[in-house]
């Protein structure tokens, strides 16, 4: 059996449909990253696994108790799950220590000493324990949100939009010390964020959310190479859609011969590949003919720019116009010819009917 399982979770604000038959199973100390755009219900499946609120139908289970089978719920409180929310929250009026200890019952044999560790774990010097919250920086801030909930030992721990406030810098080091701990302490985690980025680099299994239902649950890598549809596909990142016939294992576009990863079924196919599968030699001139590009428009984006080229299309269908990722030392003006090529495979995102109209 699963740590955390939630089986047919559904719930109901008025007429929206906040979360529509979610189903979700977390392995103990796994880490699962929950996206989705605004409003997808990712706060509320959060609240949910709280106890702020009940389902309307469906069970939530931790560890082999359950913590809500319908309405009928445990209560926050009871649950052992830690929050770590967007600003920390933490108490202004309490120091840095107190804050850290705030679940711990004063009196209790070794608290100070529990306190220093738990600042240590988190990486927090000791000298900052005395002061009030509104002396530390943003990422200190979270580290001190991050002890408080490790304090009582939590079996999970929710993680709301953590590093959203800080800047790009201090968000990635956060993230990255945040994770080691968690790794290190062995607890269970959900992560929610609007970003994919930290979704796929935090977690070991990510769950793409979208009007209340989970689209895809999957280890990261198969989400963003191997995604169920193109929303997902394009929530995850930038994707290259194409018309495809398959021909002897490889897809026949606009790119000329691609090799494919699985078996798909059908021979018109619909394949996705990522910006940095492309890759390209700058030629001289105009070059008609399969595989060729010309380059249509530049973004300059530091080390990651972009280059919109336009691809001929296979005889009688139209050009197809593509974004392909680049260093600024690589990037060439508008008007230039190039040669692409696909690096690894192509993944199949939709077979149709074999008597569907080849279109690109
Ligand atoms: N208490 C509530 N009363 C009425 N509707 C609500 C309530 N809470 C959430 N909703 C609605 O449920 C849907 C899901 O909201 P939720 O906050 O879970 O989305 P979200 O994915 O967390 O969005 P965001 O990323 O913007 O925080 C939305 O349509 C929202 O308006």
């Known amino acids: 059996m699963s740590f955390l399982s939630l089986q047919g979770v559904t719930k109901r604000f008025g007429s929206v449909l906040a979360l529509d038959d979610v189903v979700l199973t977390a392995p103990q100390?796994?880490?699962?990253?929950?996206?989705?755009?605004?409003?997808s219900g990712k706060s509320t499946l959060l609240r949910l696994l709280a106890g702020f609120d009940a389902p309307d139908t469906g069970r939530i289970s931790l560890d082999g108790e359950v913590l809500a089978d319908g309405p009928a719920a445990v209560p926050a409180h009871r649950r052992g799950i830690g929050l770590v929310a967007q600003e920390g929250a933490l108490f202004p009026h309490?120091?840095?220590?107190?804050?850290i200890g705030f679940g711990l019952p004063r009196g209790t044999a070794g608290r100070d000493a529990r306190i220093r560790s738990l600042a240590g774990m988190v990486e927090l010097d000791e000298d900052l324990l005395r002061r009030r919250p509104d002396a530390l920086s943003g990422g200190q801030q979270q580290r001190v949100a991050l002890a408080r909930a490790l304090?009582?030992?939590?079996?999970?721990?929710?993680?709301?939009?953590?590093?959203?406030?800080?800047?790009?810098?201090?968000?990635?080091?956060?993230?990255?010390?945040?994770?080691?701990?968690l790794d290190k302490?062995?607890?269970?985690?959900?992560?929610?964020?609007?970003?994919?980025?930290?979704?796929?680099?935090?977690?070991?299994?990510?769950?793409?959310?979208?009007?209340?239902?989970?689209?895809?649950?999957?280890?990261p890598r198969e989400l963003?190479?191997?995604?169920?549809?193109?929303?997902?596909?394009?929530?995850?990142?930038?994707?290259?859609?194409?018309?495809?016939?398959?021909?002897?294992?490889?897809?026949?576009?606009?790119?000329?011969?691609?090799?494919?990863?699985g078996h798909p079924a059908g021979t018109r196919v619909r394949i996705m590949l990522r910006p940095e599968q492309i890759?390209?030699?700058?030629?001289?001139?105009?070059?008609?003919?399969?595989?060729?590009?010309?380059?249509?428009?530049?973004?300059?984006?530091?080390?990651?720019?972009?280059m919109q080229v336009q691809i001929e299309g296979r005889a009688g269908t139209d050009?197809?116009?593509?974004?392909?990722?680049?260093?600024?030392?690589?990037?060439?003006?508008p008007?230039?010819?190039?040669?692409?090529?696909?690096?690894?495979?192509?993944?199949?995102?939709?077979?149709?009917?074999?008597?569907?109209a080849y279109v690109d």
């Open 335 to 356: 008007g230039s010819w190039l040669k692409l090529a696909v690096v690894g495979t192509a993944h199949v995102i939709e077979a149709s009917a074999a008597s569907e």
């Open 279 to 306: 890759s390209f030699v700058p030629v001289c001139g105009a070059a008609e003919g399969i595989g060729y590009a010309k380059v249509i428009a530049t973004e300059f984006a530091g080390s990651d720019c972009l």
């Open 319 to 333: 050009a197809v116009s593509v974004a392909i990722r680049t260093s600024p030392s690589h990037m060439v003006p």
């Open 185 to 219: 302490a062995g607890v269970t985690t959900i992560l929610v964020t609007h970003d994919q980025a930290e979704a796929m680099s935090f977690a070991d299994q990510v769950a793409v959310m979208r009007n209340g239902r989970l689209l895809q649950v999957g280890p």
């Open 29 to 39: 100390g796994s880490r699962t990253a929950i996206v989705g755009p605004s409003g």
């Open 224 to 261: 963003y190479l191997q995604p169920s549809d193109e929303t997902v596909a394009s929530f995850l990142g930038p994707a290259i859609f194409l018309a495809a016939q398959m021909q002897g294992g490889f897809a026949e576009c606009a790119l000329g011969h691609v090799p494919v990863g």
């Open 94 to 99: 309490l120091s840095v220590a107190e804050n």
């Open 151 to 181: 304090a009582r030992q939590p079996r999970l721990m929710l993680l709301d939009e953590p590093f959203s406030a800080l800047d790009t810098g201090l968000r990635a080091s956060t993230r990255k010390a945040v994770s080691a701990l």
